[in-house]
């Protein structure tokens, strides 16, 4: 995982687990990010489908793709809607955003 992290990739742990005998078994779904993604990653995993999709819809009105690792410029192949992305720029540098209120504040 380690490795991962290192080449900018999130770590992903996806299992089962059960307290004890008897009781109901549990999904666990663990992502680990490097530090640089977490503000993206903390927005992405704590806010609601509805919301998430609506931040997603906010950025690319503005020209933008934002996902639960960074955010880049780009243009979209059919205006705001869905479409194949074409990449203006590389993320937007990591050190804009350090908390979840850099990135309400971009």
């Given at each position: 995982?380690?490795?991962?992290?290192?080449?900018?990739?999130?770590?992903t742990y996806f299992g089962v687990c059960r307290l004890t005998a008897g009781h109901l078994h549990r999904r666990i779904d663990l992502?680990?990010?490097p530090v640089s993604e977490f503000p993206f990653a903390l927005l992405s995993f704590t806010g609601s489908g509805p919301?998430?999709?609506s931040?997603?819809?906010?950025?690319?009105?503005?020209?933008?793709?934002?996902s639960d690792h960074n955010i880049c410029r780009a243009?979209?192949?059919?205006?705001?809607g869905r479409g194949e992305r074409i990449w203006t720029?590389?993320?937007?540098?990591a050190s804009?955003?350090?908390?979840?209120?850099d990135?309400?504040?971009f």
């Open positions: 995982a380690a490795d991962t992290l290192d080449k900018g990739h999130a770590a992502k680990v990010y919301f998430n999709r931040m997603r819809l906010y950025a690319r009105r503005a020209g933008f793709s934002l243009n979209h192949a059919r205006g705001t720029s590389p993320p937007l540098p804009r955003f350090r908390t979840e209120k990135i309400f504040d």
